[in-house]
């Protein structure tokens, strides 16, 4: 399914095929390693090596894996993943604590995970979306564990059908290749993909509140609360409260001004009552009282 001008294994869906009907473990793994795909052993029933050096020990060497597999004729079969394979697979896990699904799906929505070249159900109810490597291109491994997608690129390694594994229910599972494209499969962007499932935080700056100056207008607090990032929000709604308190504007002239604005940021009207309250109660308790009924509020022209 590869195309490139360096020597890949020969990954086909005749292959892939081959895996589903193979008489044994041995005989599954002896294909792969003659296509040119490296392969080594793992636990029966499980994903930890039986070599020393694990995905490292790979090999294509059928005089070796006979050996390994005559020696252990119910190991899983793994292989490395990235360049060594010409596979990076992206790793759609479920969980007790939650599936992947939802965020493969919202992926796929973008555009970000197309191309596949086939796809692998996992004995868990998961799945393995497999493309073919970017020649040239240094695709790491990562994990997303909110979203409970990984990629398997670099460095790691993922187990091939036909082995199995045990569920916690103590039922026995394959992996089992559910589909093969009919297109030309391509890469996958996993740069791209990662800070799609988990976007960089905002990095603060170092200095994340204007002066407190006697030119810091209600006008000037308000445009500048409106332009609060999430998660600066309240804190910024709450020191430009403060300041309106230090200039004597009471609290509806408050709420009145940097109310609206808090929500054009995001706040909820509860949310941005709630903050403002605790500024006038926090920097001057004496100023907790509202106007009386009829008073006129302050302008946002200020005092």
């Not at 297109?183 to 976007?199: K, V």
């Not at 409260?241 to 504007?249: D, L, N």
Request: proline share 10%.
């Amino acid at each position: 399914m590869n195309s490139s001008t360096r020597e890949l294994p020969a990954w086909s869906p005749d292959l892939l095929a081959s895996l589903a009907v193979a008489p044994n473990l041995g005989t599954a793994a002896r294909d792969l390693a003659g296509a040119g795909v490296p392969v080594f052993p793992c636990v029966p029933l499980g994903k930890q090596p039986l070599t020393r050096r694990g995905f490292l020990d790979a090999s294509t060497d059928l005089g070796r894996v006979a050996d390994w597999w005559g020696r252990w004729p119910g190991a899983n079969i793994a292989m490395p993943t990235g360049a060594p394979s010409g596979i990076v697979v992206v790793d759609v896990d479920v969980h007790a604590s939650g599936s992947g699904f939802d965020a493969f799906e919202r992926a796929r929505t973008a555009g970000l995970v197309d191309g596949w070249a086939w796809m692998v159900r996992t004995p868990s109810g998961g799945l393995h979306a497999c493309y073919p490597s970017k020649p040239g291109v240094d695709q790491r491994c990562w994990q997303v564990p909110s979203q409970h997608v990984d990629c398997r690129g670099d460095g790691g390694y993922v187990v091939l059908p036909p082995s199995r594994a045990t569920l916690p229910s103590g039922a026995i599972a394959e992996y089992r290749v559910v589909s093969i494209t009919d297109h030309q499969p391509g890469p996958i962007d996993t740069t791209a993909l990662r800070r799609f499932l988990d976007p960089p935080r905002a990095t603060p700056t170092t200095r994340t509140l204007p002066p407190a100056t006697a030119s810091s207008s209600p006008e000037r607090l308000a445009a500048w609360v409106a332009t609060r990032p999430e998660g600066a929000r309240n804190q910024g709604l709450f020191w430009a409260a403060c300041r309106m308190v230090e200039a004597g504007h009471n609290f509806d002239a408050s709420l009145a001004v940097l109310g609206d604005a808090a929500r054009a940021a995001g706040l909820t009207e509860r949310e941005a009552e709630t903050t403002i309250r605790s500024a006038y109660r926090t920097t001057s308790p004496s100023l907790q009282r509202t106007p009386t009924a009829g008073a006129t509020p302050m302008g946002v022209t200020g005092p």
